[in-house]
């Protein structure tokens, strides 16, 4: 399994404020929701991620994508010099 990082995008002219997750499967960004922590923000990026990914790779097997390993429990904290957050699949009850 991979990692998942995500970072803050600031607006621009044409896009509001942004969280975006990454790993080496793919990305996904999610608009930044004001009434959640910074914390709940990003964790909403990382699991749309994963949504997405276990969704796609649901697909393509004809399994239930409920069941796919995307979905395993993880856990996340703040990288260094407040570039976002990273978060890791734990091993464990799944």
């Known amino acids: 399994m991979q990692a998942i990082v995500t ?4 607006a621009t002219n044409s896009r ?3 969280i975006k997750a990454t790993c080496e499967a793919g990305s996904a960004t999610v608009a930044y929701d004001y009434g959640l922590s ?10 749309a991620l994963r949504l997405k990914l276990a969704k796609a790779s649901a697909k393509g ?3 239930d994508y409920k069941k796919s390993p995307w979905l ?3 856990v996340g904290g ?15 009850e799944r």
């Open 7 to 10: 970072k803050y995008l600031g």
């Open 16 to 18: 509001g404020s942004r």
């Open 38 to 47: 910074d914390y709940e923000r990003h964790k909403q990026a990382c699991d």
């Open 61 to 63: 097997t004809g399994q």
């Open 72 to 74: 395993w429990p993880m």
């Open 78 to 92: 703040g990288m260094p010099g407040g570039y976002g957050y990273a978060f890791v699949f734990v091993e464990g």
